[in-house]
């Protein structure tokens, strides 16, 4: 039998690297590979579209991390992270798969009990707006906004209205709160001057018409 031969010389540290750190997903992004794989390719835009519009902030706050799996996309973006979750297994799943390369500061926190200590020029939160139900939203985004900075900017993004006819089951049970984007927008008006708002259907962020996006984000400025 041939002996299997190695491959290209410039991959073998990196591949005898990952062998001693293996990176892991975390509890919530693993089901999303494991129950819907593409899920995580959608997911990952979002994120990655946040560390662009947040390039350069020195302290950046997100607001719903779940597992923090893809909170290492802005992580890489800003001078700093702090990430909250109401949930604690997500939070230990968080901590847990972290790795030191980026640090990112994991707490417990529900948002609907106060603000976040500290002090922030950025904050965001991606696929938690509409788990607040509509009597609570205003006090979630007064809670959420608290600790922003004069000069701050803030991102939310959530599942349009007009997408919840084609979620599944245990989406539905959770979206309490979906909105047009019009709608959207005048609930964010309340608390922000300045409102900027973007589609995605998938991966692709546009500025097409509302009723066909998937997924509305609110680029706010300008703090009430």
């Known amino acids: 039998m041939a002996e299997k031969t190695k491959g290209e010389a410039q991959y073998q540290p990196v591949i ?26 959608f997911c990952l835009s979002r994120y990655k579209y946040v560390s662009k519009m947040l390039q350069g902030r ?40 972290m790795d030191e390369r980026w640090t990112i500061d994991f707490r417990l926190h529900d948002m609907l009990e106060g603000g976040v200590a500290g002090s922030f020029d950025a904050i965001y939160s991606l696929d938690v707006f509409e788990h607040i139900p509509a009597e609570q939203e205003d006090l979630f985004l007064r809670n959420l906004t608290a600790p922003l900075e004069r000069h701050g900017v803030v991102i939310i993004g959530a599942p349009s209205l007009e997408s ?39 991966e692709v962020v546009h ?18």
């Not at 001693?20 to 593409?38: E, F």
Request: proline letters at 2%.
């Open 16 to 41: 005898e690297l990952i062998k001693h750190r293996p990176q892991r997903l975390g509890v919530s992004s693993g089901w999303g590979w494991y129950d819907d794989p593409k899920r995580l390719a």
């Open 58 to 97: 020195e302290r950046a706050l997100e607001v719903g991390c779940g597992d923090g799996f893809y909170s290492r996309i802005v992580r890489q973006a800003v001078g700093s992270l702090v990430a909250v979750d109401f949930d604690a297994d997500f939070i230990a799943s968080a901590k847990e798969v």
């Open 207 to 224: 500025t097409g018409f509302s009723r066909m996006s998937h997924y509305n984000i609110g680029l706010c400025c300008e703090r009430v």
């Open 164 to 202: 919840q006819a084609y979620a599944s089951q245990i989406s539905k049970d959770g979206h309490v709160n979906c909105k047009s984007q019009e709608d959207f927008r005048k609930v964010l008006q309340k608390h922000f001057h300045t409102v900027f708002m973007f589609s995605m259907n998938d």
